[in-house]
């Protein structure tokens, strides 16, 4: 990861360890769990016949990616900021695509929209894309 604001690094692994460990959790209550107690006719139109498949997506895909960038953070490879971008679309994509197979909404769903977007906005600014050039007068 490029050199950024300690504040960013430390977000990224606040909003990724968070990520990872609600992932984590949805994926239990949801294998193991037998669904959280969710309504069995929020999947009745998708492809799904049980919570099962969801949970293990859920876990291996959305918290796979969380950890993929957390480990290359720890290890500081130069990925790591573009795999916490990837990890934040892949939440936010996550959330869009279970918003459209149930068709419900709950305030859970804005805040891990919102973690993968602070995700993604903080990837970015790890990259570098600092605001304060756009701040300063441009030569003439």
Known sequence: MTRAPRWVAIGLRVVA????????????GLTIGGGMG???????????DSYAWPG??????????????????HRRYALAAGLHAAAGLVMMIWIIVEIAIMLVWSPLHGVYFVAGLAQV????????????????RAPR
């Open 121 to 136: 906005v903080l990837a970015v600014l790890a990259l570098g894309a600092w605001p304060h050039p756009f701040l300063t």
């Open 56 to 73: 293990v997506i859920l876990g291996v895909v959305v918290g796979g990616a969380q950890a993929l960038a957390l480990v290359a953070q």
């Open 17 to 28: 360890g968070f990520s990872l460990i609600s992932a984590l959790i949805g994926m239990a």
């Open 38 to 48: 969710l309504p069995r006719e929020w999947i009745d139109n998708s492809v799904f």
